[in-house]
């Protein structure tokens, strides 16, 4: 019955943008509809969650599929569950504020198209997370990679969008190649698709469903060094689009890993250290490369790369205490990495949704081009500077108290006497502590120059803040990041709940016995209680005996806008120190004589992955391949025909393995 | 006799801090051959400051107010974590270790975005080169608690400079000596003291810290003197008790030990300042990196 209710749920969002499709294009009468429909969907999903979450029981469903060995059976247990709340409540935030982001009346000429894609991206996300079939998880994981290329070329018009979702129309090709290889090993393995536990397993498959669903879950989460499709993508698409992929599609790779992790005996060590070390890289570089970005969407992508480094990390040290059989790991370890899921979506979509907000007023992306917003845009600036300090992982808000689980994990781990299993988490933790301290520098550089100083250019001229179904969407998000950072309890049960698809937790290492959360929370009310004590005396002090002046320029009479310390100029001395893995790309001009003539500067942090990596190697195996460039002469019967043959060939070759 | 100590140890925590920093200005006093200022200066100086007029930019906005006030509260909250010689801290728990660290993060974000505020450019190369050492500063203070959490079987600081400190001496001094080194790297880093920074430096260019607060006046300024102060207590507790693991026995004893510590602490400050100069800026990420590398070390040797 509960599983009901999630199926009309996913019917209802993967329909949305179809009622659109029959108005005109002017009218705005289809957006609503599918505001409403999702927002509908929405709140039966989180109802069925709810039950989920409060009997403790998964919800079941089966129905038979025409699909050969595919069966439509699907499985809400507590992980799918907790995915599955991000998924709705996100999607249907970005879509309100779509009403006014993305109005049907100002993009006539995508706008339905849009809405169509958004919901299938949805409808695709749920079905993949509640499947128990690993045909019914292609399915749905297919719909989602489609329509979601669909919804990154949006403005297709534009060369670098066409650019940027064929990338990631590639990379997911990879992607999907790699799980169907994985589903067709588990399935040799279990002569079914169904998603059962595997612990009879040997090493060998079981390390090669593994290796496979890493490499596949790995680039639609974008984990470095697979990242090389997000950057672009997340700064092509519209900003809610981008809200949803980096804080929920992409997490949908996080939530393949996890479940076919859960499935697979018990794993040895080296795993955990593997998944540890990318989480680490990960990490560390993906807030490097954002430090060097000069487009906020492509700095807010890079630090997805980075947040999924460190749900990597808590899911490494739950990998690890399963490998020692150590509970109190996987507790904390894989509670620190969801709990990051949900609070990466949060302050993500957050973070996504207040700079489409500064877009939209000031119609560039350049971080360089904006500053001085806050006196004009003061709602989306304060809005902003909550996700700002959250993604840094900052008390008292939400992503301290998942990076603090995850550190709870790995020093909990570095106990250990054995070497094998000390060092990976010892220097995971300095990595964590360092994507901590660098992603400060990040945020702050972002949110000064973007909203502090005086404006740079005439960008900025006008901006004011936006209406309301642009700041509600945000309000809401901004308001669960305080609720989880200053009152964590309350979702500790769903997270015991959801850890325990790891395997039984015994009552002395649930989450409320290991995680200090009341003590956090009192940590937190006495920080706000002095932040606001210490505000109201000042403001008091303040009342009388100020005066107004100009900014110290030593004694310089004219201080100019253009002599402010830009981001980029913030950023230089971290490129420089990164500069091994970042390749930043400099143009400088010479200076010459006393008194020279306007110059010019410019510098540049491209991805180094996909350009001195990736593209020199893809062109040389391409030169090597043209050779068979006979066999694809671009006429559709052709192919039409290599399709049956290799139907015959495979139906051939399946007779003579499994003759009957 | 609860509430006594724990009125003493607030006390200590809130009124010491400033001394420390009287004690500094002194040894380079002595090492210069001059008088130098009063011990207790800055408590004139905060006093004097929170009665004066400001002047604010016209750039600024809120976040400036704000910097000193978050910075202020988050130093406040970390004394609560921190234990000081043998007193266990007045808030513990599994993890505050982590939530110390945040804190003073929390606490240089503000710092920064204020110095950001105004605009200047002097400022912003202050808040990048702050934002740039603490960020590299990180991994080693970690890697440091990572040593002796290993030691101790624990994440809380209590734990960690508990009353089994003494053990882990003769039983691995090696460890903790090496992370008294690495910590007293990232306490000068932290602090913006020499070889990281010149507090005393009168060239806006070459500041990190100092330059950070220029526009600061009055009643805020106050406020980030006496921040400062504090965090620059709270890093020397860290390290005092480490260097003095003993107990004994009596607490106003040990707390006479405590405040001899961080006064021979804050001389060791002091004679660094004089007789080293500060390093190019370009040289400072090698020593963080040597701090981490150094902690590395000990978390090898703390079986």
Known sequence: MIAWFVLVAIGLAGASGVPGLFFARSSSAGERIAVGMLSSAAALALFAIGHVVISGAAAELSLSWAVPGGALSIRIDALAAFFLVPIFAISALGAIYGLEYWAQAQQQQNGRRLRLVYGLIVAGLAITTVAANGMLFLAGWEVMTLAAFVAIGTEDHLPGTRAASYLYLVATRVGTLCLFAMFALIYGSTRSFALVHMDWLTPGPATAIFVLGLLGFGIKAGVMPLHIWLPSAHAAAPSHVSALMSGVLIKIGIYGLVRTLSLLPTPPVWWAVLLLSLGGVSGVLGVAFAIGQHDIKRLLAYHSIENIGIILLGIGVAVLGRALHRPELVVLGLAGGLLHVWNHGLFKGLLFLSAGAVIHACHTREIDQLGGLLPKMPRTSILFLIGAVAICGLPPLNGFVSELLVYLGLFDAARSSQAEVWLAPSLAAAALALIGGLALACFVKVFGAAFLGHRRSNHSAAAHDGGGLLLAPMGVLAACCMVIGLAPATIARFLNLAVAVFGPVPTSSSLQALAPFSYLSLASAILLACALGGGALLARRLQSGTSAGLTWDCGYVAPGKRMQYSSSSFAEMLVGLFQWALRPKVHRERVPGFFPRPTRFASQVDDAVLDQLLRPAIASVGGWLNRLRWLQPGSLNLYLLYVVFALVLGLVWARGVHPQ | ?303
């Not at chain 2, 976040?63 to 808030?91: C, D, I, W, Y």
């Not at chain 2, 003095?244 to 040990?254: A, E, R, V």
């Open chain 2, 1 to 303: 006799m609860k509430l006594l100590q724990i009125a003493t140890q607030l006390a200590v925590a809130l009124l010491l801090p400033p001394l420390l920093l009287g004690v500094i200005v002194k040894v380079k006093a002595f090492f210069a051959g001059r008088v130098g200022a009063p011990l207790l200066q800055l408590y004139r100086d905060v006093w004097k400051l929170w009665r004066k007029g400001s002047v604010f930019s016209t750039t600024t906005t809120w976040v400036f107010k704000a910097g000193p006030v978050v910075n202020l509260a988050s130093v406040l909250v970390a004394v609560l974590l921190m234990p000081l010689g043998t007193h266990r801290a007045l808030l513990s728990f599994a993890g505050d270790a982590i939530l110390f660290a945040y804190l003073l993060a929390l606490g240089r974000f503000f710092t920064i975005v204020a110095a950001l505020d105004t605009g200047s450019s002097f400022e912003g190369m202050g808040a990048a080169r702050e934002a740039t050492f603490s960020a590299l500063a990180e991994p080693g203070l970690f890697l440091g608690l990572m040593a002796l959490a290993r030691k101790s079987g624990s994440v809380s600081l209590s734990q960690m400079l508990g009353p089994k400190l003494l053990d882990a001496w003769f039983d691995s001094g090696g460890a903790l000596v090496l992370v008294i080194a690495s910590f007293f790297v990232v306490l000068l880093a932290e602090n913006s003291r020499i070889p990281f920074d010149d507090p005393n430096t009168h060239l806006e260019l070459t500041m990190i810290h100092e330059v950070m607060v220029l526009d600061h006046s009055g009643p805020a300024l106050g406020m980030i003197l006496y921040g400062a102060a504090l965090k620059l207590f709270l890093l020397g507790a860290l390290i005092a008790r480490l260097v003095t693991p003993i107990s004994t026995g009596n607490p106003w004893l040990d707390w006479l030990v405590f405040v001899v510590a961080m006064v021979g602490l804050s001389g060791l400050v002091g004679i660094v300042e004089s007789t080293m100069a500060r390093l190019r800026l370009l040289h400072l990420p090698r020593l963080l990196v040597a701090a981490s590398i150094i902690s590395v070390f000990a978390i090898i040797l703390a079986r």
